[in-house]
């Protein structure tokens, strides 16, 4: 072998070295980008995730705060209903009478604003999804019917709030008695 190809040989061989070095070395760089990737897109996907759950945490706080809120409202709401029932009707009519069932008014339709409802159960057939059933008490109203409201009930937003709460027909005793005779 003369010294040229020899030459040749050993430039051959380092070149091929240095080629191999450079793959493995671009191999190695391109495996780091990919990890570093990964770790960037992970970080980003936990990154929104923490982004969803603080905003629905927050969402759920001013819920539940609206909705307390809400519920001291309907307190004061029923607590009118009742003055006003209680009111003869010559003392609805004169200006402080008028202006207490202007202000009940008022309260009511704020309330409706903001998705609060009173849930109308007199007559009504009882739906433990709605109504809490204190008693049982004989009635004109036929069986398993609403027939008086202890306490009034809100949805709000269609969802409940507050059930209501009731005394549930058990028929009417009378006729029974009637029958039985």
């Known amino acids: 072998m003369s010294k040229k190809q020899h030459h040749e040989n050993k430039v051959e061989v380092e070149t091929t070295a240095i080629k191999t070095e450079t793959i493995d070395k671009t191999a190695e760089l391109q495996q780091e980008v990919l990890d570093w990737k990964d770790k960037y897109m992970r970080n980003m996907a936990e990154f929104e995730n923490f982004r969803k759950r603080s905003n629905q945490e927050k969402a759920d706080w001013i819920r539940m705060a609206t909705q307390k809120f809400a519920m ?50 007199l007559g009504e057939e009882f739906d433990p999804a709605y109504h809490d059933a204190l008693a049982h008490i004989p009635s004109d109203y036929e069986e398993n019917t609403v027939a008086a409201i202890i306490q009034n009930g809100y949805t709000m937003n269609d969802k409940l709030l507050r059930p209501a709460r009731v005394a549930v027909s058990s028929g009417n005793h009378k006729n029974i008695k009637s029958l039985e005779e």
Not at 85 to 111: D, H, M, T
């Open 72 to 121: 001291e409202i309907c307190d004061v709401a029923d607590n009118f209903e009742r003055a006003l029932l209680q009111a003869s009707e010559q003392e609805l009519l004169n200006s402080f009478g008028k202006g207490v069932v202007l202000i009940e008014k008022q309260l009511r339709q704020a309330l409706e604003k903001e998705g609060v409802k009173k849930i109308e159960a």
